[in-house]
């Protein structure tokens, strides 16, 4: 009978065999069927993908690495799958959607900025707006421990399905309103909001850790957003505004 692989794949080849048919790096996923429309291994496309990425100015290299690692196509609707590694966001349902990886690289290459990451890496990451985990799993290669939040039950068990197979042991997933973070895991030396508000909420600054970097989405007046880099120091916060970005908006309570 067959036996459906385990993670990782448990394939009845000779050794070597094994070793020459394993992709390198190993994508994170589990051995499923091949993705529908993108022939049986994505990595070349990926791999382009980060090509354009570092092209546009991406430099850390543990950013492009969890970029060329996190199959991004299993995130998205199949209907979407020719999609996913171009540089666009997609809906993922309820209104919502995932990031497009150069925003998603951005941010994490950011975080990686933060005082608190020099040395042994970043420790606890909190993510605002799991959204289908797409981020949480990129996290989840730059990161000691990641706790990411959804307001919408549906998203939350859709993340959950989707990185089930994965198997990462660092991200837990939590199902809340992110505004008021999450205690439990703090103090965080990251913390990433995937929904943009007009202020930043007080559980948010007093979660993050002294060295520690909070990346969010900002609402300025007339609509607009633009990427809020906020460190918290020993001598206070320190506020620096970016590039106008647009990501869905943050709202309090769950649904
Ligand atoms: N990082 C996600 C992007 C999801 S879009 C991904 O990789 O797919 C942003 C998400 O933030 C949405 O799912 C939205 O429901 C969620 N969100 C908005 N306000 C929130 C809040 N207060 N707490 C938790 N999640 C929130």
Redesign the pocket.
Known sequence: MARKPGFPAQLDLPAAAARAARPAPAPLSAPAAAPQGLGLDSSAVRTRMVQKLAASGIRNATVLHAMATVERHR?VDSALVNQAYEDTSLP?G?G????KPSI?ARMSELLLGAEAARGAGLGRVL??????????AVLSCLAREVYS????RA?HEKARDNLRPLRLANVHLLF????LGYAQGAPYAGILA??GGAAVPQAWTEQLAVGGRLVAPMALAGGQQALLVLDKTAHGLQQTLLEPVH??????GIA
Do not use: H, N, W
């Open positions: 995130f993922i309820l919502q959607t995932i990031s998603v993510e605002i707006g799991t959204g289908c985990g797409y981020q949480a939040m959804e307001r919408l998203l809340g309103d992110g505004m995937a929904a990501f869905v908006p943050l709202k309090s």
